[in-house]
């Protein structure tokens, strides 16, 4: 079966440094997302991007993030000076086909800012 | 806040058993989803029911919803061990204008299953 696929799985970082956390979507998926998990919090939503722009973000998504699709199969969130609130779980999700809604997740990349 | 809100937020229960997890939340919405999370894992759509449905199985599970009541339940019967997981809902921002794919997510249920 397809799947999301998140690269690396586990990155430590000095805040203030940037972070580039990697995706591969679906193959024939048109809708990419980022959410958060902060240990012991809810799965927050951060981004959503089609059609090569973002759709939507949260408040959480501040001039720090970006994101990126710099070819047909990645997508990448990019964190520039990264603070220790930062530090969570970063989701990449995907969705498209019959079934638009439903979200496909990778495993995640556990982000730990010192 | 649009969030579902999970009830109980732990469930210990022994193989065979089942299980009952509840969400409410707080706003309109076009569907709601479950999603199950093993430990240190990502988020495995289960199910999704659609605000004019009030019913929805799939294999050994069961959701419903009762829109009037904002809230959901997800039903797992027979349960096995390799069930054990964190279980969450999570609704769409129809209230609020959301695109396609922001889900708002509750704290989710902590379920275990004791073989």
Redesign the interface.
């Known amino acids: 079966e397809p799947e999301v696929t998140q690269t690396p799985s586990h990155q430590v970082t000095q805040m203030g440094q940037e972070v580039i956390l990697r995706c591969v979507p679906i193959s024939n998926h048109l809708y990419f997302y980022w959410y958060r998990q902060i240990l012991g919090q809810k799965v927050e939503f951060l981004v959503s991007f089609y059609n090569n722009e973002i759709s939507e973000k949260s408040e959480i998504f501040d001039d720090q993030f970006s994101v990126e699709r710099p070819d047909g199969s990645n997508f990448t969130l990019k964190i520039r000076s990264t603070k220790l609130e930062d530090s969570a779980m970063y989701f990449c999700a995907s969705s498209g086909g019959s079934t638009n809604e439903k979200l496909f997740f990778g495993s995640g990349t556990q982000l730990s800012v010192l | 806040s649009q ?1 579902g809100e999970e009830d109980p937020q732990a469930l210990s229960i022994q193989e065979g058993e089942n299980a009952t997890m509840n969400c409410s939340y707080k706003t309109s919405i ?2 709601l ?1 479950w ?1 199950r999370q093993n430990s ?6 289960l199910i ?1 029911i659609r605000s004019n449905e009030r019913e929805k199985h799939s294999g050994r599970l069961r959701v419903t919803l009762d829109t009037s009541k904002k809230s959901s339940s997800l039903l797992i019967t027979a349960s096995r061990a390799a069930d054990t997981a964190s279980y ?1 809902c ?1 609704t ?1 921002g129809a209230d609020r204008g ?11 249920t902590q379920l275990t299953v004791w073989p």
């Open positions: 969030q076009n569907n989803q999603y240190g894992r990502g988020l495995v759509h999704l969450f999570a769409d959301s695109t396609l794919g922001r889900l708002y997510f509750g704290r989710g």
